[in-house]
């Protein structure tokens, strides 16, 4: 693909002793009685494999899942050009999405995202996905597989405007996505500078949270109750880290994603599943997330 270098799969095998190459060809060959599938990399297939620790049946599953969940929503995965798409380049200046330097002390990335300019007017929900979803991205194919993800929420500047700007749909999109399809180790979920607003949150999402994700849900109110999961000083500066100036690592960011539209653009056209070539029945947005008139308008105050 367009100017990105990849993780290579000589990598992941050196990275990860349990990854067989004999797994990796039974994949091959069930991939190959797939043809809605894209053709899939063999360290594309490590990284699902491994996410999965190491079982057959499930790394199939989000195989399909990862790759369906693209196809049938386009207002995350599609156009993602920061350069001429000016919604997005809005977004990009409304928050920040980004792998932090540091890690856990247990060597997890985390992944981070807080606002970055503060009126709930110029915040755009799907537009907010579509930027996560590409830090994420680039992050899975240069990066490889890794022992875990944290993804921690700065609620900070968060208001009650912010989440009536929300969509139980699209929340429960990227919800699914993230159970069922991301190819990671998620190890935690948190929302530091928590305040009354995230209970409005928090009842919107909880429907389409299994068990397990609920499990690894953590709201903060403190500085001390972070640094329980995460270094201080791998955050920005405003978040009380050392990281370095919110901003400046947001343009970092920015830019470093902007210079890979031609790699999104490739993801795009090569990346996605032919449903008439689905064995069985077409799947359609409706069978993955229902019918979007199913959700009663939420009433805020």
């Not at 856990?104 to 996560?132: C, S």
């Not at 921690?152 to 993230?178: C, T, W």
């Not at 972070?226 to 343009?251: C, R, T």
Request: net charge negative; aromatic share 10%.
């Amino acid at each position: 693909m367009a100017e990105i270098k990849l993780v290579s799969f000589e990598d992941e095998l050196k990275k990860n002793p349990e990854l067989k190459e004999a797994d990796i060809q039974m994949l091959r060959e069930w991939c190959e009685k797939q043809p809605h599938l894209p053709k899939i990399s063999d360290s594309m297939l490590a990284l699902f494999l491994h996410s999965n620790y190491y079982r057959l049946e499930p790394t199939k599953a989000s195989i399909d899942t990862f790759y369906t969940v693209r196809s049938h929503v386009p207002e995350f995965y599609n156009d993602r050009d920061l350069v001429n798409n000016k919604e997005l380049k809005k977004a990009s200046q409304t928050v920040t999405n980004q792998i932090l330097e540091g890690t856990t002390r247990e060597g997890y990335k985390i992944i981070y995202g807080r606002l970055i300019d503060n009126d709930p007017a110029q915040f755009v929900y799907n537009d907010a996905m579509k930027l996560l979803n590409m830090v994420i991205d680039l992050w899975l194919y240069t990066e490889g597989t890794c022992d875990g993800h944290v993804i921690i929420f700065d609620m900070n500047n968060v208001s009650f405007g912010h989440a009536g700007r929300l969509s139980p749909m699209g929340l429960k999109k990227f919800l699914y996505y993230l159970q069922e399809g991301l190819p990671v180790r998620l190890r935690g979920f948190h929302f530091m500078n928590a305040s009354p607003v995230i209970d409005v949150i928090l009842n919107m999402m909880k429907p389409f949270m299994k068990k397990q994700l609920m499990d690894m849900f953590h709201m903060h109110t403190t500085a001390e109750s972070v640094q329980k999961f995460i270094p201080l000083e791998v955050l920005p500066n405003e978040a009380g880290g050392k990281a370095g100036p919110i901003l400046e690592l947001s343009d970092k960011n920015v830019k470093y994603m902007a210079d890979k539209a031609a790699w999104f653009k490739e993801e795009e056209a090569n990346c996605r599943v032919n449903e008439s070539l689905r064995p069985g029945k077409a799947k359609t947005a409706t069978d993955l997330f229902g019918a979007e008139g199913s959700f009663k308008k939420l009433e805020i105050d």
